[in-house]
């Protein structure tokens, strides 16, 4: 390796061990807190959902699901996951193209 590769090589990991030591550590507590929840009023089109793409907590204003009656006429409470799903057997030969299709004309996709 040439003088000029090295002296590259020696300040590029350099640079990256002063960059890493400099750092302050990360305060995951005050970043959570910036982002709190408050819900002060019952409004059934604005529930609460949260979630991490697998998986979806819809709370009300208690922060758990215990007034589903008032979200009847709105977002319902609901609790859902990728991981839930059942597998059993197709005992009745049933085809996807028996499925209730929706969607827009050109990209009608089978509601299953």
Known sequence: MSLCKRYAVFV????????????DAFNRQAWVQRHNIHIQTIDSLSSLTVGNGGFAFTADITGLQSFPEDYVHGIPLGTMSDWGWHSFPNDSNYKIDEAVRCGRSRFMNPYI
Do not use: F, G, K, Y
């Open 12 to 23: 590029s990991v350099l640079c990256t061990c002063l960059s890493a030591t400099a750092q």
